[in-house]
């Protein structure tokens, strides 16, 4: 199985804030490399497909970037919508895995 | 605007088999991958296998135990997860791929999740 690996685990940040979490897999998964956002008690919303393809209705200041092994989502100024759980997903082999979320708490 | 509603018994006895429907409203399954992805209480989310409107799967990470369907004729997709045991509670989520070309862009309309509790 590909494993994926987030950092980090959790981060606390303000709003206005710029963040990065980074995503790395075991073996190269190419671009296909999905981004989630999850919110407490909600199904996980789509945010970036193909490492850095933004979903229609996502606002811009989410970015995704990386191939291969490692890859990266940035939320540049930070919103109070924004303070969730993020999961990274590789859908380039069988079975398709997440990593273990990134939860991103309000400072 | 396409919904997904899963339905499923609460609670489930150890050794049973869990039976799970995701019915579809507001499209077709012809053309996309629909997915099923659990979470435990307080952890992360593990896919456990996709099936394409023809009937054809994946290779699912619980494969011994899980058996996917779909029915058109009623615009449903099921799970069977046989032999289950505490380990296996968790909120089961229903998921469509977010392309027709295939299941690699990701699932972009997701069921609320129902939870099932394995317990005698």
């Known amino acids: 199985d590909i494993q994926m690996t987030q950092s980090p685990s959790s981060v606390s940040a303000s709003v206005g804030d710029r963040v990065t979490i980074t995503c790395r897999a075991s073996q190269d998964v190419s671009n296909w490399l999905a981004w989630y956002q999850q919110k407490p008690g909600r199904a996980p919303k789509l945010l970036i497909n193909s490492a850095s393809r933004l979903q229609d209705g996502v606002p811009s200041r989410f970015s995704g970037s990386g191939s291969g092994t490692d890859f990266t989502l940035t939320i540049t100024s930070l919103q109070p919508d924004d303070f969730a759980t993020y999961y990274c997903?590789?859908?380039?082999?069988?079975?398709?895995?997440f990593g273990q979320g990134t939860r991103l708490d309000i400072k | 605007q396409v919904q997904l509603q899963e339905s499923a018994p609460g609670l489930v006895k150890p050794s049973d088999t869990l039976s799970l429907t995701c019915s579809v409203s507001?499209?077709?399954?012809?053309?996309?991958?629909w997915t099923w992805i659990r979470q435990p209480p307080g952890k992360g989310l593990e896919w456990i296998g996709h099936?394409?409107?023809?009937?054809?799967t994946s290779n699912p990470s619980l494969s011994s135990r899980v058996t996917l369907s779909v029915d058109t004729s009623k615009n449903q997709f099921s799970l069977k997860l046989s032999s289950v045991t505490a380990a296996d509670s968790a909120v089961y989520y229903c998921?469509?791929?977010?392309?027709?070309?295939?299941?690699?862009?990701?699932?972009?309309?997701w069921g609320q999740g129902t939870t099932v509790t394995v317990s005698s």
């Open positions: 998921a469509k791929s977010y392309d027709s070309s295939g299941y690699r862009y990701g699932m972009d309309v």
């Open positions: 099936i394409y409107y023809n009937g054809r």
């Open positions: 997903q590789q859908a380039n082999g069988f079975p398709i895995t």
């Open positions: 507001g499209a077709s399954l012809g053309g996309y991958f």
